[in-house]
């Protein structure tokens, strides 16, 4: 995994490399093994190496002169069907001077142009510059693992980054919040709209997409995929089966690794599949698990978290008898690293849920691992959340994991927007994205209302959550693997019915991820197989809270504080005097509670503080 840049500039040539080697400085976390640029005429590209597959052979920007032209690649990602792209281009005549899938990808863009994005199975993004027709292609994967950002200039110039730090470093790109941005941050936050971001005029090339930038057309933009709707009549142990093998073929593609492969075990049905699977193709795994101290004193059982991890970690410790470590966070660490993982966002996220799995990967990172899989990505395309089933979640007019649109109202100043403002930007937003399902049967309304959650989550739900792990790993230098976002998976899954899904054709009552437990109920212990769906787990400790209201009183108390030109102070000390208790609504449903809107606020007024953006409402 990497980071890159480059810009393009509309009329002058690039004299110098400072400008680039500024904006790799600024990602090199991401890289921190080899940084290098390129620079013809007026296009700089730059790269920063996290080397994984063929250390000594795979720096970048790569490139290649052929047939009289020159391409050159930079490229952030992992490719799992590389042996047969690359047999494939050597039966086409293509020589390879290294085993890196990044050759591949360069070597299928000069034979397929554009078509070749639809031949990668992968999590990548990447730019390719093509000299002598003199432009930029871009391309970020299927379900927006990778991260790629854009931005034009007041004078033209063409700025991408893997991170908006890098877009920023260039010298005329502004840190500007508009009033469309104010809505953002407060109406879908820690979301954000596909394509968008929290800055003015700062977007992101959307998961599925490629684009094309050339001085006389500028950016036009393309979806090579999406969840498409299609029939499909399989029966529901064809479905098990199948399930079975995308999942197991999927998980063991991405073993494939040059450095010691680690993995992320939280006890529950997704992480435990993925390590049981990497442990019988690994002689040796190491896994990891994440706790809070005096958890097991402070935890209180709840309808969302019935359970504790560690309880379920040890029975797949034990099962698989595994070489297992556990961090213990403390919660004066967890609200310093508050502010580290807005830097590693580069805009307010999920408070100490990011906090949290920075402090993770942090771990694992000095543990010696540059590679981990994760199980996320499971539960968005297995139905393995409440509002896939729950009625008055699926009906609500906002989004089903936040019906927090009284709260997020309530926190803004009331002069800023118009009255009901925010919320109809929440409920547009929505309506927006749910304009591209499509369905078969519209006399179905079961079927149909589930598929529109079910794109709604994937678009959504799990972007922030995706974002969030690749900006907290790679931050720490580390590369996290999801190998339930093989496209394969989600396309298939997505066209089974729901109620199959939800495993009514047997229960009376809804089962979260019904087929894939019973896709892999005979490898795995029965308590981890028909565990409930637990969320990443947070501190339940009164010491957190503590820290969190002492902190928002103390930036609310401050005159010079920048939040305070765009919050109801009123409101936030009358939720404070009472330790929350007038709230009726989390912010972001069981993940965001009280302590977390908290939190939240105080990574506002720490973004607003470090990245000084220019308020324009």
């Known amino acids: 995994m990497c980071g890159f840049c480059g810009y393009v500039n509309k009329e002058k040539n690039i004299k110098t490399d400072e400008i680039i080697l500024q904006m790799i400085d600024k990602i090199k976390k991401r890289g921190p093994n080899f ?204 479905a098990i089966n199948q399930i079975h093998y995308l999942v197991t073929d999927a998980t063991k593609r991405q073993l494939v690794s040059d450095v010691g492969i680690s993995s992320m075990l939280s006890g529950g049905l997704d992480s435990s599949i993925l390590t049981k699977i990497a442990h019988d193709n690994i002689n040796d795994i190491t896994t990891f698990s994440i706790d809070f101290k005096d958890n097991d004193k402070n935890f209180t059982a709840n309808s969302y978290q019935m359970t504790k991890d560690s309880d379920y970690v040890k029975i797949m410790k034990n099962y698989l008898n595994t070489n297992h470590k556990t961090i213990k966070i403390d919660n004066e660490e967890l609200f310093n690293l508050l502010k580290d993982s807005v830097i590693a966002r580069d805009m307010p996220g999920m408070a100490d849920i990011d906090s949290s799995m920075f402090a993770f990967c942090k771990y694992i990172n000095e543990n010696n691992f540059k590679v981990c899989l994760s199980g996320e990505c499971s539960d968005e395309i297995f139905g393995g959340y409440p509002w896939f089933y729950k009625e008055h979640l699926m009906k609500n007019k906002g989004f089903p994991w936040a019906l927090s649109e009284n709260l997020r109202s309530s926190l803004l100043k009331p002069e800023l927007l118009k009255t009901n403002e925010l919320k109809e930007y929440i409920y547009l937003s929505k309506e927006k994205t749910l304009k591209n399902v499509e369905v078969l049967d519209k006399n179905d309304i079961y079927e149909n209302r589930y598929k529109k959650i079910n794109y709604l989550t994937v678009k959504w739900f799990m972007n922030t959550l995706v974002e969030r792990t690749d900006r907290m790993s790679m931050s720490n230098s580390l590369e996290v693997r999801v190998p339930f976002a093989d496209h394969r998976i989600f396309e298939y899954v997505y066209n089974l019915p729901a109620k199959m899904k939800l495993g009514l054709y047997e229960n009376k009552m809804p089962v979260e991820k019904f087929l894939l437990r019973k896709a892999f109920e005979n490898e795995l212990p029965e308590d981890i197989v028909y565990r409930k769906k637990s969320p990443f787990p947070k501190t339940y400790d009164p010491i957190y809270l503590n820290l969190v209201e002492n902190k928002i009183k103390e930036i609310i108390n401050n005159k010079h504080s920048k939040i305070c030109e765009l919050v109801n102070i009123d409101f936030i000390k009358e939720m404070l005097n009472i330790h929350g208790e007038n709230l009726t609504e989390n912010l972001f449903g069981q993940l965001m509670t009280y302590p977390q809107t908290l939190a939240y606020l105080i990574q506002i007024e720490m973004w607003l503080d470090i990245y000084n953006p220019k308020i324009d409402i």
């Not at 597959?53 to 002169?65: A, L």
């Not at 693992?145 to 854009?150: E, G, H, N, T």
């Not at 820690?190 to 090339?205: L, N, Q, W």
């Open 35 to 238: 940084q290098d640029t390129f620079i013809h005429n007026n296009t700089a590209l730059g790269h920063a190496r996290l080397s994984i597959i063929d250390v000594k052979n795979g720096n970048q920007p790569m490139i290649k002169d052929i047939d009289n032209n020159r391409y050159v690649i930079v490229y952030n990602g992992e490719l799992y069907n590389t042996k047969e792209l690359r047999d494939n281009l050597i039966s086409k005549g293509y020589n390879f001077s290294t085993t890196c899938d990044t050759e591949v990808v360069l070597n299928l863009f000069i034979e397929y142009d554009k078509d070749s994005v639809n031949m990668l199975n992968g999590i990548f993004a990447f730019a390719i510059y093509d000299k002598n027709n003199d432009y930029i292609f871009l391309a970020r994967d299927r379900l927006g693992i990778k991260p790629l950002f854009y931005t034009f200039s007041k004078n033209g110039t063409f700025v991408f980054s893997s991170e908006i730090k890098g877009l920023l470093e260039h010298p005329e790109i502004e840190a500007i919040v508009d009033k469309t941005c104010l809505m953002e941050i407060f109406g879908v936050g820690p979301s954000h709209s596909p394509g968008r971001t929290f800055f003015k005029d700062i977007f992101e090339i959307e998961p599925g997409f490629i684009g094309i930038y050339t001085k006389q057309n500028g950016l036009l933009k393309d979806r090579y995929w999406d969840l498409i709707t299609k029939e499909c009549n399989d029966t529901q142990e064809e």
